[in-house]
């Protein structure tokens, strides 16, 4: 129904759960709320224009009418808190039941905030952490928001909640929103059936519905030239460059020798040098190191390119670390080591001049902010070094700040979610003018309409160019500016942006038009799937289950569920033909618990279970860091094991009282073997002083064909581990492999032996032999096999402390290169 405000002004929203006179009546977001609230729905909407507002009106509904519990998904926690923020000023729920879920809340605490909410506020990685490790259910989740549903496509989380939502709830109804879904019909459809999506809402700018609540935004682009001292940076770069490519169309594997290959071409190479690894040929190695060397080189043409000289600085010094670093590659060494990138560095270094895209900059900001009296600028970069850097030099004439993502990288740290909150506050407060952001503010998040959006740089991908572009033209005309270097890549990004972004509101204009016959593939598909299931018969004709067959929407469908019938009448009665709607979005801000997110396991204590009895089920208890594979994950869907997540002191998985299993991948292992803070022979000494059965797992293929570790050396690993620490060793082809073989163990032990699971706590305090090999080891990163040799040449950590050179070089493994490191960390004078 429709209420008209205090004042007199624009009808508003009436609803029992929803704040009197708050929010304004829009006939398209009716009609989308009206869709949603009875099905599956992909809702498409320009940004701004309140695809949370559709959500929260059919949240409302569902509230009213089901009861149960609703579930928001965001992908970063800022979103995630500004959601919350709206739904407590919008809903006539008390705030506590509105709950936010970031991994900064401890696992027991989300456990109990899940009882007692209404409404909860997630990043998704957190709900997939709580599924797994079953401490939440979704059975009472009676609507379940997707935003940015976009994201929903490979093995991001989205897709494994979509799953076990449609499978564990009782009355499901999803909706998905997005403003940019997808590039292709392909693409879209893949998020649909990835969230079990049935419906497809299209509104776009030209429906009169949406059109009276945007303005035009203008793109312009401005063409930048670059000083001679740049080019000749970029010029020497390239010719290094092919130089390299000369070498891989020496292999076969490259049919040119232009330093502008494009991406596809070069990953076209890599699929063929990875095809000689694979039949042992040793040149697929070599020109595998090759490929690395260019593909580092390409990205310093293109910080030089398209984003500043001081870029290129900061990406040298980076490489040059890593190339004195342990386990260095040859990629790296070889490139720093090239006499034209030592020049390229050394002109880097003594350039000073102003990079003209600074300069382009400024003078934007001071047209906008200064002679044309505006208020606000956002600048997108997609390096966090010039985001740094650009906001250095701005602040020299404007207030501006920087807004990047949480994770801390070599020379920069991340802003915390506090500070990310605090930035947006203010910026939306006008407490200052200009916001410098990298990718992480392009998603949803509610900055406040801008007069100028900049970009530093185009944006090669369709999705991220419209989720910036909406940032501006929403409540007033804006002003979007593209800079573009002359004669560089930025000016291919462009084109490509333009393009693909042509071709997106070309696709989603064919979406409105096409979203019954869209409709009809899912829903058929679906169908077939759950008659597949429920060994139900498919009428061909039809595609529907005929009588006696499962219902393709899961437990308890919202066919039948009254949904916001108040709000489709009502937009159906004041609806005109022409406002129809047809019936036929690093670095670096997405989380996990980290390793304090799971249920740490307190020195010396030890938790036990029942032990099994039959028709129980079987119970593994997996890393909290192991949730970078799937096997936890795989484990969780199987409806007789149950995966208990915790932060591990020992092992990766627990099987029992007496067994636990350490994985490795391949390369991983061998890692272990070279360096690392930890080697893997701590890691199983570790587990066999408190389990029985110590596992190590070795997963993936080319064991002895890693890095420039000799296979023996392997071996001799391999026989240790067995013989003078009592693990049994296994091998395994994949993690679906692993995944079959750890249920296979931990049923074996459950059901077979009757054993319980027992988490046994912390490792012992290391013997003096290991404290000895890793204060040695950590000495330049030099690793515990070197440490070991280094150790039995002269007896004593002092004496390792005040060898010179030559006499290091003596210790087995020691060769010149690593000596002068080891000397170097020792004798260079401390400098804080």
């Known amino acids: 129904m429709a209420a008209t405000d205090e004042d007199g002004g624009q009808p508003t929203i009436d609803h029992p759960l929803l704040e009197p006179n708050f929010l304004e009546r829009r006939l398209y977001q009716l009609k989308l709320a009206g869709t949603a609230a009875n099905h599956h729905t992909l809702v498409c909407l320009p940004t701004g224009l309140g695809k949370t507002t559709v ?93 940015e549903c976009h994201r929903a496509t490979g093995d991001y989380a989205y897709n494994y909640i979509a799953e076990r939502y449609h499978a564990d709830a009782n009355e499901p109804l999803v909706t998905g929103m997005s403003a940019s879904p997808g590039g292709d019909e392909e693409a879209i459809l893949e998020v649909c059936e990835n969230l079990g999506l049935q419906e497809v809402e299209v509104m776009t700018e ?96 293109t910080l030089v390119e398209t984003q500043s000289v001081e870029a290129l600085r900061r990406y040298f010094d980076r490489q040059r670390n890593q190339a004195r670093s342990s ?18 560095m050394r002109k880097a270094e003594s350039f000073d001049q102003l990079h003209p895209k600074y300069r382009k900059t400024r003078m934007l900001l001071a047209e906008t902010l200064g002679l044309e009296g505006g208020e606000r600028v956002i600048i997108f970069t997609e390096s966090r070094d010039t985001a740094e850097a650009l906001t250095d030099f ?25 500070e990310q909150q605090e930035v947006l506050d203010a910026f939306r407060g006008g407490e200052f003018e200009v916001l410098v952001s990298t990718s992480v503010a392009e998603e949803g998040l509610d900055v406040p309409e801008v007069d100028l959006v900049l970009f530093y740089e185009p944006v090669p991908t369709a999705i991220r160019s419209i989720q910036r572009k909406g940032r501006t033209g929403r409540q007033s005309e804006g002003r979007v500016v593209v800079l573009l270097a002359e004669d ?27 979203a019954d016959d869209l409709e009809e593939e899912l829903d058929d598909a679906q169908q077939s799937l759950a008659a597949f299931e429920s060994g139900a018969k498919v009428d061909t004709e039809g595609g529907k289950p005929q009588e006696g067959s499962g219902s393709s929407s899961g437990n308890g469908g919202v066919g039948d569920r009254p949904g916001l019938q108040e709000f489709r009448e009502e937009s159906t009665d004041s609806s005109s033909s022409d406002g129809e709607s047809s019936d036929d979005e690093s670095d670096d801000d997405e989380e996990s618990d980290g390793p304090d997110g799971g249920d740490s ?6 938790q036990t279970h029942e032990p099994h009895a039959e028709g129980e089920t079987v119970e593994v208890v997996a890393d909290q860091r192991e949730m970078d594979a799937n096997i936890a994950r795989e484990l969780s869907r199987r409806e007789e094991y149950e995966v208990r997540l915790e932060t591990l002191e020992i092992g990766d998985y627990v099987l029992s009282d007496r067994v636990a ?67 049994s060793v296994l091998r395994t082809e994949s993690e679906s492999d692993t995944t079959e073989l750890l249920a296979v163990i931990a049923g074996r032990e459950q059901e077979t032996a009757d054993r319980e699971v027992s988490v046994h706590g912390e490792k012992q305090a290391k013997t003096m032999a290991e404290q000895q090999e890793y204060v040695v080891s950590s000495i330049a990163e030099i690793g515990p096999v070197t440490a070991r040799a280094l150790l039995e040449e002269f007896g004593t950590v002092e004496a390792v402390m005040i060898a010179t050179e030559d006499e290091l070089t003596e210790a087995d493994g020691v060769g010149q290169v690593t000596a002068e490191r080891i000397r170097d960390v020792i004798g260079s004078e401390y400098t804080g």
């Not at 596809?264 to 040098?273: I, Q, S, T, Y």
């Open 327 to 344: 386990g260095a590659s040859k990629a790296s060494q070889r490139m720093v080591s090239d006499p034209r990138v030592r020049e390229s």
């Open 394 to 418: 701005l602040s020299e004439s404007f207030d501006a700040k920087r807004f990047v993502g949480q994770g801390d990288r070599e020379g920069s740290d991340g802003m915390t979610q506090k």
């Open 488 to 514: 560089t890549r930025d000016e291919a990004y462009f084109w490509i942006s333009k393009r693909r972004e042509k071709e997106m509101e070309s696709e989603l204009r064919e979406l409105k038009g096409m």
């Open 661 to 727: 299993v350490e994985r490795k991948s391949v390369a991983d292992f061998v890692d272990s073997l070279v360096g690392g803070d930890r080697s893997v022979f701590e890691q199983v000494g570790a587990m066999g002083r408190h389990y029985a059965r110590p596992i190590v797992i070795v997963e993936g293929e080319g064991l002895y064909e890693q890095r420039d570790v000799h296979p023996n050396a392997v071996r001799g690993a391999l026989s240790s581990l067995a013989v003078d620490f009592g693990a």
């Open 55 to 147: 959500s929260l009106l059919v949240t409302a509904r569902r509230l009213e009418e089901v009861g149960g519990t609703s579930l928001m998904l965001a992908p970063t926690k800022p979103l995630v808190q500004q959601h919350a923020e709206f739904y407590r000023e919008a809903l006539q729920i008390p705030d506590d039941e509105i709950v936010v879920f970031t991994g900064d809340v401890s696992p027991d605490d989300r456990a109990a905030l899940w009882e007692e909410a209404t409404i909860v506020m997630a990043t998704p990685q957190v709900i997939e952490n709580d599924l797994v490790g079953s401490r939440i259910s979704l059975a009472d989740v009676t609507h379940c928001t997707f935003d």
């Open 601 to 606: 396991v307190s020195e010396g204590s030890v």
């Open 206 to 301: 030209e429906d009169a519905d949406v059109a009276e609540f945007t303005h035009d935004t203008d793109v312009e682009w401005e063409r930048i030239d670059l000083p001679e001292e740049v080019l000749e940076i970029r010029d020497a770069l390239n010719e290094v460059i092919k130089d390299r490519l000369e070498k891989l169309k020496e292999l076969g594997v490259a049919s040119s020798t232009q330093p502008d290959q494009s991406q596809k071409d070069l990953n076209r190479m890599r699929a063929e040098l990875q095809k000689l690894i694979n039949n042992d040929q040793s040149e697929g190695f070599e020109g595998m190191s090759v490929h690395a060397e260019v593909m580092k080189l390409r990205q310093a043409v």
